[in-house]
């Protein structure tokens, strides 16, 4: 059967980009176009079909209504033919992955991940964003991302939130605090150092305050930082008392610049989990990852 399609993929790019962007010469920049190149393209495609896709909002372009319920079909079809593309080469089938991972993934996890992944898979290409989790949701439900590595729970219904891994957090001192040859901590203990803890917006910041639940408006948070390693330093200098994933520590640990503290009486476990929004087109690079990910 023969059919004729009324729009163009390049329309269908120009659509996207400014709909991640919200701005004409910003999407066609992304696009090395023209800026009226790509009005003229979107343009188009809205005459075309007798459409608005996006409300003028002064020098933004907004999605409309149309426009969402439009955008995640347009995603899955570029991820489509993005993968015929790369097929039609002689790739691998996988093509460009972009990854987002929390900071102690990113830091800790994804870059091991990353090469393992493309040893498998010579012909890929993996662009890796490490933000927060609230950061790395955000892109996944904007399309920025085809995936995210998270630390923290998320309750949002555009998200898909598949289980990874498990990980727990501990709280750690300088060799020379006053808790270092403690063995276990009280609630007391708990509740009189002072705490150098993650931003507000990260898993890492989310577990310590699910542990801490029923004290935790009475703790002493003397610094909050966005980075592992800031926090680390901070707690090397003597400043207060730490508390990250045993990942980011084990190093530290054993050189002895830092010291584990013990509060069995609180739960430190912690899941990691993958993010993918929950209308796009799962293809073949995004599976494979995720494979990937779990064999290591």
């Known amino acids: 059967m023969h059919y004729t399609l009324h729009y163009t993929l390049k329309q ?20 090395a176009m023209s800026q009226s190149a790509a009005s003229t393209a979107l343009k188009e495609l809205e005459q075309r079909f007798d459409t608005r896709l996006f409300d003028r909002v002064g020098k933004r372009l907004q999605l409309n209504e149309q426009g969402q319920l439009v955008r995640p079909r347009v995603v899955a079809l570029l991820s489509q033919a993005q993968e015929l593309e790369d097929q039609l080469r002689e790739h691998s089938g996988i093509g460009e992955l972009k990854v987002g991972a929390t900071l102690t993934i990113g830091n800790y996890l994804a870059i091991g991940i990353m090469a393992g992944f493309m040893n498998e898979h010579p012909d890929a290409r993996v662009q890796l964003t490490v933000e927060n989790t609230a950061a790395i949701a955000h892109k ?3 399309f ?3 995936l995210g590595l998270i630390e923290g729970e998320l309750q949002d219904p555009d998200l898909e939130v ?3 891994r498990d990980d727990e957090l501990i709280p750690f001192c300088a060799p020379d605090h006053p808790l270092a040859g403690r063995g276990k901590l009280s609630e007391e203990d708990l509740l009189h150092v002072e705490w150098i803890v993650r931003e507000q917006g990260s898993g890492t910041r989310q577990a310590f305050d699910r542990a801490m639940s029923g004290i935790l408006p009475n703790l002493k948070l003397r610094l909050e930082l966005q980075h592992t390693e800031g926090i680390k330093r901070a707690v090397e200098a003597g400043l207060g008392v730490g508390c990250l994933s045993t990942l980011t520590l084990q190093e530290a640990f054993r050189r002895g610049s830092l010291v584990p503290l013990a509060a069995p009486h609180r739960n430190w476990r912690r899941k990691f989990y993958f993010i993918l929004h929950g209308q796009k087109y799962r293809g073949a690079g995004v599976s494979s990852w995720m494979q990937h990910c779990r064999r290591t």
Not at 12 to 31: D, I, K, R, T, Y
């Open 12 to 31: 269908l790019q120009v659509f996207l980009a400014v709909a991640n962007h919200e701005n004409v010469s910003q999407a066609a920049g992304e696009l």
């Open 140 to 142: 996944v439900r904007n």
């Open 144 to 146: 920025e991302l085809d």
């Open 162 to 164: 598949i289980y990874w």
